[in-house]
């Protein structure tokens, strides 16, 4: 399996498609793990709040994969973002997923002690627990208001994004910051795979709607994480680097947009 890589604002390289763990649990998010690391996947996304680390930690001791092969993203969640549950938080999630260290750990929400918690992953992140740090569904002024305190600044921003809500100002935003952009329900939970414009786009390269859909993230330069737990559709997901849409085609599908978005927020989350 080819696989690309995107390099983050700390020199570290991370795959630009990725395993998503939400919604997954027991055996079958462990096996999920498993497979997508055998075929050839080495970026595995989960949180706290989806109640599967140990499964995930199962299903990387399961592959076989070296661990430093693997790329690991896990997150705090916001009620936990107070400075001094962070830190134990931190290694509660070490503990569930049988590791070291991990390669990428997120504020969830920007929500709680967000200036607080921010800092105690720098120090996370200068100890040396972590290799990278980012954020989770920050709009423009949630970062702004980071920035001004932060003496690090985040690796990625993992958002909500697919042709009918792509947030791609927000995306636009995050590149000019030098802030790797990572895209969640990358294909609009499954509802934008129905899109007549995307599909007659498919046909033409002979491909399915949702490797049109990943290829049009790819070329946004975004890193997305579906999720899935079958073999074939892991297979589908990571088809992507064989073909390039034309400028056309990415501009018809950005304007697929509708301003609604897929994802349940958080009472209290503000878009403004």
Request: glycine letters at 8%.
């Amino acid at each position: 399996m080819y696989m690309e890589e995107i390099t983050l604002n700390n020199g570290i390289s991370v795959p630009k498609i990725g395993l998503g763990m939400w919604d997954a649990y027991g055996d079958e998010a462990a096996g999920a793990v498993s497979t997508a690391l055998k075929l050839g996947y080495r970026r595995v996304d989960t949180a706290m709040f989806y109640k599967n680390e140990p499964e995930v930690g199962r299903g990387i001791q399961m592959s076989g994969i070296p661990r430093e092969e693997i790329f690991v993203s896990t997150k705090i969640w916001f009620t936990d973002m107070e400075v001094d549950k962070v830190r134990p938080t931190f290694e509660k999630s070490l503990d569930n997923l049988q590791l070291d260290y991990i390669d990428m750990y997120m504020l969830h929400w920007p929500m709680g002690d967000v200036t607080g918690s921010w800092k105690v992953l720098e120090e996370l992140y200068e100890e040396g627990k972590v290799k990278g740090i980012g954020v989770c569904n920050f709009q423009k002024h949630h970062m702004e208001d980071l920035l001004k305190t932060a003496k690090i600044k985040p690796m990625i921003n993992q958002i909500e994004s697919h042709p009918t809500f792509s947030q791609n100002d927000l995306v636009l935003y995050c590149q000019e910051q030098g802030i790797q952009p990572e895209v969640w329900s990358p294909l609009g939970r499954g509802d934008d795979l129905n899109n007549p414009v995307i599909k007659e786009i498919a046909q033409k390269y002979d491909k399915t709607t949702a490797q049109v859909i990943l290829r049009w993230h790819m070329q946004r330069g975004v890193t997305a994480i579906p999720k899935s737990v079958k073999e074939h559709r892991m297979m589908e997901n990571t088809s992507v680097f064989d073909f390039r849409l034309t400028e056309e085609e990415m501009a018809v599908i950005l304007a697929q947009e509708t301003g609604t978005p897929r994802g349940g927020y958080r009472e209290g989350y503000t878009w403004e």
